[in-house]
């Protein structure tokens, strides 16, 4: 029980630092966009590498700060690991007080859920807005990202908690059975996302590269998407094999 405690209590007070790692994650890049689009106007007065030194700052910064963040929040329940991946049984009452605290705790889920959700899809209005303005497609972008940023804000201080109470449980993701499936996905997710971000910086930085993340930013897009694709792909292919 007092593991069961003090696990719960440390990711509920970490919730809030790693959504914020994320929101910071998400609007790095904003300013260099931005700035490399105001750049390309004369009356802004910003010369290119003014406007990529500043973007890069920026981003380096808020990396740098979510980094700080996450690993901080990670090192507090490293003790605990073993919760996502290896089994275990629970004491007297344990599973009675996850419970309980899994029911009180869903309609704050539900309502961040819906609330990040719902910023998420309507992040893609500006771009329909301004289709046909392009000084404001970029611009767009930006306003796309901060959308976003706050939707996953919402999502991860929703599912941080959710998360713990089901590794607790041993339920959802949890289960002893998807344990196994998690340490495969976790490694061909750490591959998948440093080939993406090699292709990023290539595209972006490399000798046909033309340094303008305004462009390259869909590589991120893109990657997401068959992220996911590749998650659902790898379920299928275990529950078939099983």
């Known amino acids: 029980m007092s593991q ?20 910071l994650c998400v609007i790095s890049p904003i300013p260099l966009i931005g700035l ?8 802004f007065h910003m010369t290119e590498n003014l406007a990529v030194s500043l973007g890069l700052s920026f981003l380096i910064i808020c990396i740098t700060i979510a980094v700080i963040l996450f690993c901080l929040c ?18 007297n009452g344990v599973k009675e007080y996850a419970f309980k605290e899994k029911e009180e705790y869903q309609d704050r889920y539900h309502r961040y859920q819906i609330i990040g959700i719902a910023l ?23 306003i796309l990202l901060f959308f976003v ?11 941080t ?10 339920t959802g993701d949890y289960t002893p059975k998807q344990k196994k499936n998690n340490i495969l996905k976790s490694k061909i997710s750490t591959i998948y996302w440093l080939v993406v971000t090699a292709i ?10 033309n340094g303008q993340m305004q462009y390259s930013w869909i590589i991120w897009a893109i990657a997401g998407v068959l992220f996911g694709a590749t998650m659902i792909v790898i379920d299928l292919i275990n529950k078939r094999r099983d």
């Open 200 to 209: 990023f910086l290539y595209y972006t930085f490399g000798k046909n590269g």
């Open 4 to 23: 069961a405690q003090e696990y719960l209590t440390l990711r509920k007070q970490s919730s809030l630092k790693i959504a914020f790692a994320t929101f």
């Open 36 to 43: 490399t689009t105001l750049s390309q106007y004369q009356r």
């Open 120 to 142: 998420c899809i309507l992040s893609v209005l500006p771009i329909f807005i301004f289709l046909n303005y392009e000084f404001l497609e970029s611009i767009a972008v930006c």
């Open 74 to 91: 990670a090192f507090k329940v490293k003790k605990y690991e073993f919760l996502e991946k290896e089994d275990f049984s629970l004491g």
């Open 161 to 170: 908690y959710q998360n713990a109470l089901d590794k607790i449980l041993q």
């Open 149 to 159: 940023s706050i939707g996953c804000f919402f999502l991860v201080l929703a599912g």
